[in-house]
């Protein structure tokens, strides 16, 4: 699959920045959402650095999703530190997390998560107008990255009339319209059939190889073992890094977390 991605485009200047620090660090994160119960993630110390293409699989109740929003600045941990692309993100305000995720985090959701009163094209440029980019810029690089993503043609369209992979294209294209330096994607194929979640998978690896750093939540193994460069697998809140950089073995014995 040839998307003619390239850094130019595609990424951006942070988007190629393979600097020597983690893009992401998390240092001994626990996240607990009620004083009693099992903490939804206990102590978990992970890296994630420039230009990796990183899969994270559990089962459901695992902790991933968890993870992926105290990544995202979504949610807060009850105790440790979140760091992404230097900046100590559990300690930004409400209003400085939403800054930080427009300039920097791109999201990619199962479900799309588009706007069905907007067209495409004012779906993916809404993002960049809330950054503070004009609306006559932002139109340019919603037209940018709809031609490039081959789906120009439906920019005058509302996402309802698309099918399931159409729609897809659309919420990357406006995960990429601020030219972040992360791409955070939820199950992005689970609601597509086979053919269409191939597509979005050579996408996410052309996108990655373009510069993009991505972290990708999936229950699908060969998903994480044909577009991911490093798996590692989350159960119980306790992350287990993949020793096999194919994601097809699970290690004994979980690393990187405190007992």
Do not use: C
Request: hydrophobic letters at 40%.
């Amino acid at each position: 699959m040839n998307t003619d991605m390239s850094p130019g485009w595609a990424g951006g200047g942070d988007a190629a920045d393979q600097s020597a620090d983690p893009l992401i660090q998390l240092s001994d994160v626990t996240k607990r959402y009620d004083d009693d119960g099992q903490p939804a993630l206990q102590e978990v110390s992970f890296e994630v650095a420039p230009g990796e293409a990183v899969a994270i699989m559990g089962p459901s109740g695992s902790g991933k999703s968890t993870l992926l929003n105290l990544i995202a600045g979504l949610d807060r941990p009850t105790s440790g530190s979140v760091v992404v692309a230097g900046q100590r993100i559990d300690r930004l305000s409400e209003t400085g997390l939403a800054r930080f995720r427009r300039q920097r985090i791109g999201m990619i959701f199962q479900f799309f998560n588009l706007l069905d009163d907007l067209t495409v094209a004012d779906n993916v440029l809404l993002p960049a107008q809330l950054a503070g980019l004009s609306r006559r810029q932002a139109r340019a690089r919603a037209a940018e990255l709809l031609a490039a993503l081959h789906i120009e043609q439906h920019q005058d369209a509302y996402p309802g009339r698309l099918s399931g992979g159409e729609r897809q294209r659309v919420a990357i294209a406006r995960a990429l319209v601020n030219r972040p330096a992360l791409l955070l994607a939820d199950e992005p194929t689970g609601a597509l059939d086979t053919a269409a979640g191939e597509e979005i998978g050579e996408l996410l690896r052309d996108l990655n190889t373009a510069g993009h750093t991505l972290v990708l939540v999936t229950h699908n193994p060969d998903l994480a073992g044909h577009y991911a460069s490093r798996t590692v697998h989350i159960a119980d809140g306790l992350v287990f890094p993949d020793d096999n950089r194919t994601g097809a073995s699970r290690p004994a014995a979980p690393a990187g977390v405190r007992r």
